[in-house]
């Protein structure tokens, strides 16, 4: 019985020593951040400037690993699968840890046992645009025109299953309009085919459509939030879409549970200047986010 003891007590002061080793040396090497989505899409792009802007402050390089695809569940069961070890984190957004759950009755991972959360970065409301060679110049005029053309406008959206194909779904049982879907992989995938003309819509977060606004080459119609957004070119009183739905966007650093405590330790102390940036990106350069 002294013996067994003797080695418990032996073991929690290895396991001690251990994490005061790691919580003064870590991180030794390059952290890998697995983004869930493709590259060319606004989450991308938070993550990557993310990316770059701690690995400014902890002294070791973030690589970015995109693994998009089946609306992030790759990513993340692949960083659920990742060794505990505090060298790979996720930057991972409300589908992954809200929305897959529900609509995938056969995930293989699981959000609150697999992940220890690191930091929420943000909100994002969503923008719902056309191409300007539809007519409706707000969501009530698109209403009316999809009501006299059932069927024949499509939407876009970055993926089956995510926010903006939920909230599209939701605005055509609402308003009892057809509109089909045309699910891309990712947003960036989608943008083409919209500047293009061949679908009409689209609900995106604002980042990736707001040089698309500001050119003409899109139409803003509604934004999914009570708040008004400075940067979209819509008259306020035609701007909520939140009279019919009210979807938001949450972004969050996480990492494979069981990760030393070190991990989400190390990386909150770089939150000051990341908060900064992050602040600017969704402020000042989408006018349609809130750290």
Request: aromatic share 8%; proline share 10%.
């Amino acid at each position: 019985m002294r013996k067994a003891m003797l080695r418990v007590a032996l073991s929690i002061a290895l396991f001690a020593l251990t994490l005061q080793a790691l919580g003064q040396s870590y991180p030794t090497r390059p952290i890998r951040m697995i983004i869930p989505y493709p590259p060319g899409g606004g989450s991308t792009n938070i993550g990557r400037l993310l990316a770059q802007e701690l690995s400014e402050n902890i002294g070791q390089q973030l690589v970015v690993d995109n693994r998009g695809g089946a609306n992030g569940t790759i990513g993340m069961e692949l960083a659920a699968q990742a060794p505990s070890d505090g060298y790979t984190i996720v930057f991972a957004l409300t589908a992954q840890l809200a929305i897959n759950p529900s609509y995938y009755p056969e995930l293989r991972y699981d959000p609150v046992r697999d992940y220890a959360p690191i930091s929420l970065l943000g909100t994002a409301p969503y923008v719902l645009v056309a191409h300007p060679s539809v007519p409706a110049k707000s969501v009530k005029e698109m209403l009316a025109l999809a009501k006299s053309q059932p069927g024949k406008l499509t939407y876009a959206s970055s993926g089956t299953g995510g926010i903006p194909h939920l909230a599209f779904e939701m605005l055509k049982m609402m308003g009892g309009i057809d509109i089909p879907h045309v699910p891309y992989k990712g947003g960036g995938a989608a943008l083409p085919d919209l500047l293009g003309g061949r679908v009409q819509f689209l609900i995106s977060t604002v980042s990736p459509v707001l040089p698309h606004l500001r050119s003409g080459k899109l139409r803003a119609l509604g934004a999914t939030s009570p708040k008004r957004v400075p940067a979209l070119v819509i008259r306020h009183e035609n701007a909520p879409i939140a009279v019919y739905l009210e979807p938001a966007r949450f972004a969050v650093v996480i990492a494979p549970a069981r990760a030393p405590p070190t991990t989400p330790q190390r990386c909150i102390e770089a939150l000051p200047m990341r908060r900064v940036l992050v602040f600017l990106f969704f402020a000042f350069q989408s006018r349609g986010g809130w750290p």
